[in-house]
């Protein structure tokens, strides 16, 4: 019984784990209660319960939901790619421009960051704005898709590619609608 124990915590560490969301910070797509399906092996094999890694796998791309502890307090966090290394990013009023060229699309508050078309959340203002930050090569920058309800990359700074646990696949059970599945 305890080697079984060990090797679905060994799993969960180094294959896929699941995340519960504990905020509004990612509205409008990720909700309080929400829970996510996350590969721990998107970004690379690691030895289980440790950062030590194994095997490389993808790089971190713009648009990208991960899993990260912050660098302000260690809090294990949620949040959007929004900028990688080698990126110039401006954000004013919530709204992102990257490299000088606006992501936003058509009218309303959606975005294309990646390949991704999101929906963000200017409901309570945009938070605070960065002008001209340049992304160096490792790094990256992770915001909330709520943009005035999100203590994200804005305070706390930039984020190591190294120190992203996984990637979010997928909500595979909302709080009022049971188990669903919405990729991400």
Do not use: C
Not at 45 to 71: C, N, Q, W, Y
Not at 154 to 165: N, Q, T, W
């Amino acid at each position: 019984m305890l080697l079984l124990i060990l090797g679905v915590m060994a799993f969960r560490s180094s294959f896929a784990d699941h995340y519960y969301v504990p905020s509004g910070s990612m509205e409008n797509t990720l909700f309080s209660g929400d829970r996510v399906l996350v590969s721990k092996s998107a970004y690379g094999l690691r030895v289980p319960f440790t950062k030590v890694e194994l095997l490389d796998g993808e790089a971190v791309e713009r648009g990208a939901v991960v899993i990260f502890d912050s660098p302000r307090d260690g809090t294990r966090l949620i949040k959007r790619i929004v900028g990688v290394g080698g990126d110039r990013i401006d954000i004013n009023a919530g709204h992102l421009w990257v490299g000088g060229e606006s992501v936003a699309h058509g009218v309303g508050s959606t975005e294309v960051i990646g390949d991704k078309l999101i929906g963000i959340n200017l409901d309570h203002g945009g938070g605070p704005d960065i002008a001209q930050l340049l992304i160096p090569d490792g790094m990256l920058l992770a915001i909330g898709d709520h943009r005035g309800r999100s203590l994200d990359g804005r305070f706390f700074g930039l984020v190591a590619e190294s120190e992203i646990y996984g990637k979010a696949l997928g909500i595979y059970r909302r709080r009022d609608e049971g188990f669903v599945w919405r990729p991400l």
